[in-house]
């Protein structure tokens, strides 16, 4: 599975950004997807995720009501709808893909996803 990011940038404070993820090789039906954001001098942390079903979606709370995990599968591509952003999200951001064993499940661990794209930077001003 190859991955590609775009969509990052440089906004201020409040406003919106949209992430996109470009799959090849699979198809979202069968995978899921997440994605983490890694500040500088931070280890990378869990955003949001999508089980392959495309039923369910988890976030991390610090984003939890501010971003919408989502996919196209006629597309094939995976989106981070990024609201009212802050600071503190700033942070390079990967888009990644596991693969399941059930469809329901939202991994939201690193270790569960073989399979990462090279980052977009997201810098929010305050």
């Known amino acids: 599975v190859q991955l590609i990011e775009s969509g990052g940038g440089l906004v201020q404070a409040g406003d919106s950004l949209r992430l996109s993820c470009a799959a090849s090789g699979r198809t979202f039906s069968t995978i899921a997807v997440g994605w983490f954001r890694q500040a500088p001098g931070k280890e990378r942390e869990f955003v949001a995720s999508?089980?392959?079903?495309?039923?369910?979606?988890h976030y991390a709370g610090s984003v939890r009501g501010r971003f919408t995990i989502s996919r196209d599968t006629a597309t094939n591509t995976g989106s981070l709808q990024m609201n009212t952003l802050k600071p503190e999200d700033t942070a390079i951001y990967y888009c990644?893909?596991?693969?399941?064993?059930?469809?329901?499940?939202?991994?939201?661990?690193?270790?569960?996803?073989?399979?990462w794209g090279q980052g977009t930077q997201v810098t929010v001003s305050s």
């Open positions: 999508l089980s392959s079903s495309g039923a369910r979606t």
């Open positions: 990644a893909a596991a693969e399941p064993r059930w469809s329901w499940t939202t991994p939201d661990t690193r270790f569960d996803y073989a399979y």
